[in-house]
T-cell receptor
């Protein structure tokens, strides 16, 4: 149990376009979902926290108009990188909190974004 | 926020050896999780351990919350244990910064050689 899927697993896009990444909790309801960014050989950096049906809370330094987060249901959150630039290239990882039973966070497999 | 320090940053082991990874944190915490990030980037839950000791096969973990540290033990290491190990505490639902946000250490990169 406790599986989180993320789609796509990798994407290449041109500078100026937008990319949407989906995060789904497959076998539990996620009270909260989180989005992280990870640069090579570095730790995970929290970008934002989202609760179903409410606006996401962004960490300091993260542009909310650039990284749009929608948390439409207890099993789905999306991250849209708008007007992507090469510096947005990174590994994006989502996690889902089982806030009903285990209180553990479970992570998706990540999405590798390359902006050319 | 919580400061998290992991040691050692890098560790090379011969297959079959044992190791101890350490995680120090600067504040009282609600919970602490240990993860293994495999070479493909997937984080795998190892332990949810706010206090005490847990064991799962060749792995075990101990958290001493009053002294603000946690240890991850790997026994009889295998090449498949290679990857980065992260500890990540959270301050629970009333931290003010967001419910159950995890703060990640920089990780310990483990390489197990045959």
């Amino acid at each position: 149990g406790a599986v989180v899927s993320q789609h796509p697993s990798w994407v290449i896009c041109k500078s100026g376009t937008s990319v949407k990444i989906e995060c789904r909790s497959l076998d539990f309801q996620a009270t909260t979902m989180f989005w992280y960014r990870q640069f090579p050989k570095q730790s995970l950096m929290l970008m934002a926290t989202s609760n179903e049906g409410s606006k996401a809370t962004y960490e300091q330094g993260v542009e909310k108009d650039k990284f749009l987060i929608n948390h439409a249901s207890l099993t789905l959150s999306t991250l849209t990188v708008t007007s992507a630039h090469p510096e947005d290239s990174s590994f994006y990882i989502c996690s889902a909190l089982d806030g009903i039973q285990t209180y553990e966070q479970y992570f998706g497999p990540g999405t590798r974004l390359t902006v050319t | 926020g919580i400061q998290v320090e992991q040691s050692p940053p890098d560790l090379i082991l011969q297959e079959g050896a044992n190791s101890t990874l350490r995680c120090n944190f600067s504040d009282s915490v609600n919970n602490l999780q240990w993860f293994h990030q495999n070479p493909w980037g997937q984080l795998i839950n190892l332990f949810y351990i706010p206090s005490g000791t847990k064991q799962n096969g060749r792995l075990s973990a101990t958290t001493v919350a009053t002294e603000r540290y946690s240890l991850l033990y790997i026994s009889s290491s295998q090449t498949t244990d290679s990857g980065v190990y992260f500890c990540a505490p959270d301050k629970g639902p009333y931290s003010g910064a967001g419910s159950y946000q995890l703060t990640f250490g920089k990780g310990t990169k483990l390489s197990v050689i045959p």
